[in-house]
């Protein structure tokens, strides 16, 4: 590649994320006090329902792991980037789910959230994990115990996560800091 072509790809990286930070700043509805009193919940539906918010923030994620065979999104909001993540990568999307809604047998993971316990879930058999190069997505890394305990899974399925990215950090609750060696990438932090 040459230093111009360097350049350039520097430049389209940077109003790339440049556009999706605006997007989630400007469209992020906040909640206090939801789901229990003393949380407060970052409401990303306005950015996903914005064509050109979505968009962003779906190529700002996708240039994480260009070299991912599998994208994992995490329930529920995790699915909506997942598949648009997947559809630009030109690869497959993997749910991870909330315990009991996938038939058995499946790789079950317990963990904690910044208000309460829960359990996440992929499943045992009838998708080839092992030796796949995954790209974990999910919404708001805040406690960091639901993306911790997705990577997890496929770890046990025998899997790597190449990256995990999300939308939008929550730096205060420390959840970064329960990651693995795995990149963690994070289009905005508060």
Known sequence: MSK????????????????????????????????????????LTPVFADAEGFRAVIDCLAACA????????????????????????????????K??????PVF???????????????????????????LLLDDVLATGG?????AQLFAQAGAEIVAAAVVLELTFLNGRERQGDYPLTSIVKV
């Open 4 to 43: 111009h072509a360097a350049i350039e790809s520097d430049e389209l990286a940077a109003d790339r994320t440049s556009r999706a930070v605006d997007a989630v700043e400007r469209l992020t509805r906040w909640r206090d006090d939801f789901p229990t009193p003393g949380v407060r919940f970052a409401d």
């Open 66 to 97: 260009p070299d991912a065979d599998l994208v994992a999104g995490v329930d529920a909001r995790g699915f909506l980037l997942g598949a648009g993540v997947a559809a630009s990568l030109g690869t497959g999307v993997i749910a991870v789910r």
């Open 99 to 104: 315990a009991g809604k996938l038939p058995p």
């Open 108 to 134: 079950n993971r317990e963990y904690n959230l910044e208000y309460g316990t829960a359990a996440l879930e992929i499943p045992a058999d009838g998708v080839q994990l092992d030796g796949r190069r995954i």
């Open 146 to 150: 639901t993306l911790s305990a997705a």
